[in-house]
Nanobody
Framework: QVQLVESGGGLVQPGGSLGLSCAASRITFSRYVMGWFRQAPGKQRELVAT???????NYADSVKGRFTISRDNGKNTVNLQMTSLKPEDTAVYYC?????????WGQGTRVTVSS
């Protein structure tokens, strides 16, 4: 059973930075597109960013230029570096592993952007 464990959430002031990390296990990591999604209170879960095995990235328009997704296929990790954070970035952030045969999710880590 695939396991995805997120870490790095917390409270940060507007304009600040925060890094999230996701460690994957029981998975052939390089076969999956890895991504970060988020869900704000009262809203649907939405895509934040994805990265393919060869490093091709995709970002939601709302985070372009502020967030950077990266992966380390040797360590089975995917990271999300977030800068210039805004209150509207407040959400629970979920790590995702996607392939044509599987979608796996982590338990989520909460990010709160507030002064």
């Amino acid at each position: 059973q695939v396991q995805l464990v997120e870490s790095g959430g917390g409270l940060v002031q507007p304009g600040g930075s925060l890094g999230l990390s996701c460690a994957a296990s029981r998975i052939t990591f390089s076969r999956y597109v890895m991504g970060w999604f988020r869900q704000a209170p009262g809203k649907q879960r939405e895509l934040v960013a994805t990265v393919t095995s060869d490093g091709t990235t995709n970002y939601a328009d709302s985070v372009k230029g502020r967030f950077t997704i990266s992966r380390d296929n040797g360590k089975n990790t995917v990271n999300l570096q977030m800068t210039s954070l805004k209150p509207e970035d407040t959400a629970v952030y979920y790590c995702n592993a996607h392939s044509t045969w599987l979608d796996a999710w982590g338990q989520g880590t909460r990010v709160t952007v507030s002064s």
